[in-house]
């Protein structure tokens, strides 16, 4: 039997859910010095939202959860590929669920990290390694992507183009600008809706999965969201996102346009879907139908929905946007699905 027979499927799972208790794990100590060097890399990155990133993570990094997950797809008996990956550094360690897919499904990585978090995906890749050595051979951070079987590249729209060119005749995934919407019923308890501010703030808005778009019914009062974020103020202690809301609060005041302001967030009525940082856009609607139109018209830039007691039909709770599943796939695309294929 060759070592990578040897390597099976329930291995990769075992290492990836040791991973998992590691991180849990962590002294205290270490988990506040990677920490700090991750702020020190990325100064949107602060130690909340890196520990927020962490408990992310471990929420799928269980044996249950991996063999649920990998259960419907054949990753055995296949010869390994190298994938090439463009990772991202908006928010701390979103590349890592493309580590995740490429190694447990036999494939080799070949990663270009993000200059913006590659202290994070470093650290827990050698976390990975002392679990399972055998993956050594099957990772490599490279700066040019040549010689790879198929390509993930995460970017703007801007930079898709560009991916789309380059890796024109590669089997890929090109992943494009999304961001994430709250709708709102009238009912919600004031907990609910401080619940949904961590869905808006977290992260200072940058993730795919940060709530950038309100729908509220007809005539909603504005001032029960405002009473409900305050706890968020702290938001504005941040300098590089407070830069952005006294340049976007300026932008609309020259310009004449409306707005609400709370001291810390602006909401602006506006029926386009992905809003700068600090800016919130929100639209009323007058029925459920007249929301779906709304919706549709932007289906193709949502990557998740929001909700009180998830009320509305594919949608999550309030404050659980930043806690995704391992099956909650960025652009919706099954990563798995595309590496068992391509």
């Given at each position: 039997?060759?070592?990578?027979q040897?390597?099976?499927?329930?291995?990769?799972?075992?290492?990836f859910?040791?991973?998992?208790?590691?991180?849990?794990?962590?002294?205290l100590?270490?988990?506040?010095?990677i920490?700090q060097?991750?702020?020190?890399e990325?100064?949107?990155?602060?130690?909340?939202?890196?520990?927020m990133?962490?408990?992310?993570?471990t929420?799928?990094?269980s044996?249950?959860?991996?063999?649920r997950?990998?259960s419907?797809?054949?990753l055995?008996?296949?010869?390994?590929?190298?994938?090439?990956?463009?990772m991202?550094?908006?928010?701390p360690?979103?590349?890592f669920?493309?580590?995740?897919?490429?190694?447990?499904?036999g494939?080799?990585l070949k990663a270009?990290?993000?200059?913006?978090?590659?202290?994070?995906m470093t650290?827990?890749?050698?976390l990975?390694?002392r679990?399972?050595?055998?993956?050594h051979d099957?990772v490599?951070?490279?700066e040019?992507?040549d010689n790879?079987?198929?390509?993930?590249?995460?970017?703007?729209?801007n930079?898709?183009?560009y991916?789309?060119?380059s890796f024109?005749?590669?089997?890929?995934?090109?992943?494009?600008n999304?961001?994430?919407?709250?709708?709102i019923s009238g009912?919600e308890?004031?907990?609910?809706i401080?619940a949904?501010?961590?869905?808006?703030f977290?992260?200072f808005g940058?993730g795919?999965?940060?709530?950038?778009?309100l729908?509220l019914?007809?005539?909603?009062d504005?001032?029960?969201?405002?009473r409900?974020w305050e706890?968020?103020g702290?938001?504005?202690?941040?300098?590089?996102y407070?830069?952005?809301?006294?340049y976007?609060?300026?932008?609309?005041?020259?310009?004449r346009?409306p707005?609400?302001?709370?001291?810390?967030v602006l909401?602006?009525?506006?029926?386009s879907?992905?809003?700068p940082i600090?800016v919130?856009?929100?639209?009323?609607?007058?029925d459920t139908?007249?929301?779906?139109?709304?919706?549709?018209?932007h289906r193709?830039?949502?990557q998740c929905?929001?909700?009180a007691?998830?009320w509305?039909?594919g949608?999550?709770a309030?404050?659980?946007?930043?806690?995704?599943?391992?099956?909650?796939?960025?652009?919706?695309?099954?990563?798995l699905k595309f590496?068992?294929?391509?």
């Amino acid at each position: 039997m060759s070592a990578s027979q040897k390597f099976n499927l329930i291995c990769r799972v075992k290492a990836f859910a040791q991973l998992g208790e590691e991180i849990k794990g962590l002294p205290l100590a270490q988990r506040e010095a990677i920490q700090q060097a991750a702020v020190s890399e990325n100064p949107w990155f602060t130690s909340v939202n890196v520990e927020m990133a962490l408990t992310g993570i471990t929420k799928f990094l269980s044996e249950p959860a991996l063999r649920r997950w990998t259960s419907p797809y054949t990753l055995e008996g296949r010869r390994p590929k190298t994938i090439g990956v463009i990772m991202a550094g908006n928010i701390p360690l979103v590349g890592f669920h493309d580590l995740l897919c490429v190694l447990i499904s036999g494939n080799h990585l070949k990663a270009k990290l993000s200059s913006q978090d590659s202290v994070l995906m470093t650290y827990l890749y050698q976390l990975l390694l002392r679990i399972e050595p055998e993956f050594h051979d099957r990772v490599q951070f490279a700066e040019r992507l040549d010689n790879v079987d198929a390509v993930i590249a995460t970017g703007s729209d801007n930079t898709a183009r560009y991916f789309e060119y380059s890796f024109r005749t590669t089997p890929r995934i090109i992943r494009r600008n999304r961001s994430s919407c709250a709708i709102i019923s009238g009912d919600e308890l004031p907990a609910e809706i401080s619940a949904l501010g961590t869905d808006v703030f977290s992260y200072f808005g940058l993730g795919c999965r940060n709530v950038s778009k309100l729908y509220l019914p007809a005539g909603y009062d504005l001032t029960k969201l405002f009473r409900g974020w305050e706890k968020f103020g702290t938001t504005l202690h941040h300098p590089k996102y407070a830069n952005n809301y006294d340049y976007q609060k300026s932008i609309l005041r020259v310009n004449r346009i409306p707005f609400f302001d709370n001291g810390f967030v602006l909401l602006k009525n506006d029926s386009s879907f992905v809003s700068p940082i600090s800016v919130l856009y929100f639209e009323y609607f007058d029925d459920t139908g007249d929301l779906q139109k709304k919706m549709e018209s932007h289906r193709g830039k949502i990557q998740c929905m929001v909700s009180a007691r998830r009320w509305f039909d594919g949608s999550e709770a309030f404050g659980q946007a930043q806690f995704p599943e391992v099956t909650d796939y960025a652009d919706k695309i099954d990563t798995l699905k595309f590496l068992v294929e391509c």
